[in-house]
């Protein structure tokens, strides 16, 4: 949605409101981030589990990157039926 707003606000390429986009939501997500760290109603157990399926997610997108894609979807599905 921010990047159709942004199209209709600004006149300039897809590529560079893209860029402009996720600027934008990483400075979002750095205040958000911070209100809470400070709020005090952080659960830390969940936040570390959450930080740990993070890290694992992005680690297996550079595996499953080198993977055919015929054995990554039965992969998916194996798990996805675990």
Request: glycine share 4%; no cysteine; net charge positive.
């Amino acid at each position: 949605m921010m990047l159709a707003v942004l199209g209709l606000v600004l006149d300039d390429s897809l590529t560079r409101l893209n860029a402009l986009k996720q600027s934008l939501s990483f400075v979002i997500n750095i205040a958000a981030a911070l209100f809470f760290l400070f709020s005090g109603k952080v659960l830390w157990t969940a936040a570390t589990v959450m930080a740990v399926g993070a890290l694992a997610a992005r680690a297996w997108r550079r595996v499953a990157s080198r993977i055919q894609p015929i054995v990554l979807r039965w992969i998916v599905i194996a798990v996805g039926w675990w």
